[in-house]
């Protein structure tokens, strides 16, 4: 690496960073970094051929302006040197200080040197002590992740909140660094949960009730979801508990629902998701969605749940003109559509999907295209990239044998590095034999065109033992668009 440029001169680019913790540290500065990077060129007689700066950044990634104009100029060849006081001033992480070598400095025959650590590039034992350095700027940066996680998790074990937006009911006081409850918004959360326990009320439902009675949602704004009213329903906060990574702490916050109701609603929650299973045409699935629209208006139709009743939900299309949630998807302001009840208007298609007399020629004709694109390339791509990345883990682990050979690196670090790659290994190998018993149930399982043929012709009979995606696909496949009309008439544009 590093030809001189003329007259031997080595041209060096000097990066400096500091990043907004490091500001007030005087050996850390930006001043103190140019005075000893300049000191450390003059005693070699190195010309300077710039200085570029990142205030105020962090070295977590790459992604600062002033690494994104070394590497414009590397890449222009402008200098044959780069420069640094500490190799961490570039990344605390390995992976984007071994990127700028491989990738940036390296092709375009560029040295590096670090001033602190005293070593650099235009040696073969610099270049293996590099590595050896990245790996510990990454250990620190890890090491300050982990005492974070165990900050937040001990804080939650104090009954702490965690901090973040305040919580939809309640106030953070700063002083005492509490959640205090806010006594408006603690009347929806408790309206929230008094609906819900009754049994018969779902989420979209009792979003519904809060939008007639003009409530702000969380946010501020004039509209409440389903999906709003179920993160309130399961968020232990409103209990009096602390989360943190899975686990539920008792709080120092007052709860606004009581245990006994706290539970109520889990067990229901808990108990539709499995309770929610429809059978026959729906089976939690809109069947006929991204292709439905509304005969008045033109609109897409969207599939909806209007709550449960009894244990079984009340599921519909709606036109999105009429339904008003999603602005741009609305056609007429003033659409007359109405809701359709899904089983009934899923119904009617399928019945008339029974009926159409399928061409068998052109289902073999599309079936021998369609089996071209059957043969499992996603699985075989798949397996080829976890080949690729196998090769590269043997190799990386051959090199970190080298480098513990030739007495470059520690014992203890040598074991840890090649133990990680051993696992990946492992998994990578566990990985592609996964995907070949996967190519081969494939295959065994590809039906020819003249066996698509014969199944065509009992389309009923399968259509009674299909799951719910493969009806979704045969319908997808047969019906191009469906036309549906205030007073429930149904047109249906076949493929």
Same mark, same amino acid.
């Given at each position: 690496?590093?030809?001189?440029?003329?007259?031997?001169?080595?041209?060096?680019?000097?990066?400096?960073?500091?990043?907004?913790?490091?500001?007030?540290?005087?050996?850390?500065?930006?001043?103190?970094?140019?005075?000893?990077?300049?000191?450390?060129?003059?005693?070699?007689?190195?010309?300077?051929?710039?200085?570029?700066?990142?205030?105020?950044?962090?070295?977590?990634?790459?992604?600062?302006?002033?690494?994104?104009?070394?590497?414009?100029?590397?890449?222009?060849?402008?200098?044959?040197? *780069?420069?640094?006081?500490?190799?961490?001033?570039?990344?605390?992480?390995?992976?984007? =200080?071994?990127?700028?070598?491989?990738?940036?400095?390296?092709?375009?025959?560029?040295?590096?040197?670090?001033?602190?650590?005293?070593?650099?590039?235009?040696?073969?034992?610099?270049?293996?002590?590099?590595?050896?350095?990245?790996?510990?700027?990454?250990?620190?940066?890890?090491?300050?992740?982990?005492?974070?996680?165990?900050?937040?998790?001990?804080?939650?074990?104090?009954?702490?909140?965690?901090?973040?937006?305040?919580?939809?009911?309640?106030?953070?006081?700063?002083?005492?660094?509490?959640?205090?409850?806010?006594?408006?918004?603690?009347?929806? *959360?408790?309206?929230?949960?008094?609906?819900? *326990?009754?049994?018969?009320?779902?989420?979209?439902?009792?979003?519904?009730?809060?939008?007639?009675?003009?409530?702000?949602?969380?946010?501020?704004?004039?509209?409440?979801?389903?999906?709003?009213?179920?993160?309130?329903?399961?968020?232990?906060?409103?209990?009096?508990?602390?989360?943190?990574?899975?686990?539920?702490?008792?709080?120092?916050?007052?709860?606004?629902?009581?245990?006994?109701?706290?539970?109520?609603?889990?067990?229901?929650?808990?108990?539709?998701?499995?309770?929610?299973?429809?059978?026959?045409?729906?089976?939690?699935?809109?069947?006929?969605?991204?292709?439905?629209?509304?005969?008045?208006?033109? #609109?897409?139709?969207?599939?909806?749940?209007?709550?449960?009743?009894?244990?079984?939900?009340?599921?519909?299309?709606?036109?999105?003109? =009429?339904?008003?949630?999603?602005?741009?998807?609305?056609?007429?302001?003033?659409?007359?559509?109405?809701?359709?009840?899904?089983?009934?208007?899923?119904?009617? =298609?399928?019945?008339? !999907?029974?009926?159409?007399?399928?061409?068998?020629?052109?289902?073999?004709?599309?079936?021998?295209?369609?089996?071209?694109?059957?043969?499992?390339?996603?699985?075989?791509?798949?397996?080829?990239?976890?080949?690729?990345?196998?090769?590269?883990?043997?190799?990386?682990?051959?090199?970190?044998?080298?480098?513990?050979?030739?007495?470059?690196?520690?014992?203890?670090?040598?074991?840890?590095?090649?133990?990680?790659?051993?696992?990946?290994?492992?998994?990578?190998?566990?990985?592609?034999?996964?995907?070949?018993?996967?190519?081969?149930?494939? #295959?065994?399982?590809?039906?020819?065109?003249?066996?698509? =043929?014969?199944?065509?012709?009992?389309?009923?009979?399968?259509?009674? !033992?299909?799951?719910?995606?493969?009806?979704?696909?045969?319908?997808?496949?047969?019906?191009?668009? !469906?036309?549906?009309?205030?007073?429930?008439?149904?047109? !249906?544009?076949?493929?």
């Amino acid at each position: 690496m590093g030809a001189l440029f003329l007259g031997g001169i080595m041209q060096v680019a000097c990066y400096i960073r500091v990043s907004t913790q490091e500001q007030s540290e005087n050996n850390i500065s930006i001043p103190a970094q140019k005075s000893k990077l300049l000191a450390y060129c003059a005693s070699r007689d190195w010309t300077v051929h710039d200085f570029y700066v990142d205030e105020g950044y962090s070295g977590k990634d790459l992604d600062r302006p002033g690494v994104a104009s070394l590497i414009r100029d590397a890449k222009a060849r402008k200098f044959n040197c *780069v420069l640094v006081w500490k190799l961490d001033r570039l990344s605390r992480r390995q992976k984007h =200080v071994l990127y700028f070598l491989d990738e940036i400095l390296l092709p375009n025959d560029i040295d590096f040197v670090s001033v602190t650590e005293n070593f650099d590039t235009l040696t073969p034992m610099g270049r293996a002590m590099l590595g050896i350095i990245a790996v510990f700027g990454q250990l620190e940066r890890e090491t300050i992740i982990e005492r974070t996680k165990l900050g937040k998790e001990e804080a939650a074990k104090q009954g702490r909140y965690q901090g973040g937006p305040p919580l939809y009911g309640y106030n953070y006081d700063k002083t005492t660094k509490r959640l205090v409850i806010n006594l408006m918004e603690a009347d929806i *959360v408790k309206f929230i949960y008094a609906e819900y *326990v009754k049994g018969d009320r779902g989420y979209s439902f009792i979003a519904e009730q809060l939008n007639k009675r003009k409530i702000p949602n969380p946010s501020g704004g004039s509209f409440w979801y389903g999906v709003t009213v179920a993160r309130i329903l399961q968020n232990a906060t409103y209990v009096g508990l602390v989360e943190s990574g899975g686990n539920l702490y008792k709080g120092k916050h007052d709860p606004i629902i009581g245990e006994l109701e706290w539970r109520q609603a889990q067990s229901i929650i808990s108990s539709n998701r499995t309770r929610f299973q429809p059978t026959g045409l729906l089976e939690g699935h809109g069947l006929l969605k991204g292709i439905i629209y509304c005969g008045e208006c033109g #609109a897409k139709l969207r599939f909806k749940s209007a709550g449960i009743r009894k244990g079984v939900p009340r599921l519909f299309y709606v036109c999105y003109s =009429v339904d008003k949630r999603a602005k741009h998807m609305i056609a007429d302001p003033d659409c007359q559509g109405s809701y359709q009840n899904a089983a009934k208007l899923e119904k009617i =298609v399928v019945d008339q !999907i029974m009926q159409v007399e399928l061409d068998p020629v052109l289902i073999c004709n599309e079936a021998e295209e369609a089996l071209k694109e059957q043969s499992g390339p996603s699985e075989a791509e798949k397996m080829n990239c976890a080949s690729k990345e196998l090769e590269n883990v043997k190799k990386q682990i051959k090199k970190w044998q080298g480098a513990f050979e030739s007495d470059a690196i520690l014992l203890d670090d040598f074991c840890e590095r090649v133990k990680e790659l051993k696992e990946k290994r492992l998994y990578l190998e566990r990985q592609i034999v996964t995907y070949t018993q996967e190519l081969a149930r494939q #295959a065994s399982t590809l039906l020819t065109p003249g066996e698509l =043929v014969e199944q065509v012709k009992h389309l009923p009979e399968l259509w009674a !033992i299909a799951s719910s995606e493969e009806k979704r696909r045969i319908v997808l496949d047969i019906v191009r668009r !469906i036309l549906v009309y205030k007073d429930g008439t149904v047109n !249906i544009e076949f493929q």
